[in-house]
C-alpha cells in the first residue's frame, strides 16, 4: 500500500474527504519526525495497542569497504525505529480476542 492508497482507507474509514485524511496523515508523520528528532527530552511517541517511535543510537565503528578491503571508520549515528505494540502484532498473526 502506498501514500494515495492509505490516504483512501483512512477516507473511506473514516469517513471523511481524501483532503483531511491526506492532512491527518502529513501532520502525523510531521510531528512523530519532529519529536524523534528534538534534542532534548524523551524522542519517543508510544501509542498504545499500536507501537513505539523511537530513536536507536548506534556506536561508532570500524568496517571494511568490500571492493578494497580497506579498513574504515564509521561514525555513530541515529536512527528512527519502530516497535510493534502486542496488540498490533497480535493483529497482524491473527490471534482472537479473548
Known amino acids: 500500500m502506498n501514500k494515495a492508497e492509505l ?3 483512512m477516507a473511506k474509514s473514516a469517513k471523511i474527504e481524501k483532503k483531511a485524511a ?13 519529536e524523534l528528532a528534538n534534542k532534548k ?4 511517541v508510544q501509542l498504545v495497542g499500536f507501537g513505539t517511535f523511537e ?3 548506534r556506536k561508532a565503528r570500524t568496517g571494511r ?7 574504515i571508520k564509521i561514525k555513530a ?8 505494540g502486542k496488540a498490533f502484532k497480535d493483529a497482524v498473526n491473527g ?4
Do not use: C, Y
Open 7 to 9: 490516504v483512501e482507507a
Open 22 to 34: 491526506e492532512a491527518g496523515l502529513n501532520a502525523f508523520i510531521e510531528v512523530v519526525k519532529k
Open 41 to 44: 527530552g524523551d524522542r519517543k
Open 55 to 57: 530513536v536507536s543510537e
Open 65 to 71: 569497504n568490500p571492493s578494497t578491503g580497506e579498513t
Open 77 to 84: 549515528t541515529k536512527a528512527p525505529k519502530f516497535k510493534a
Open 95 to 98: 490471534a482472537k480476542k479473548k
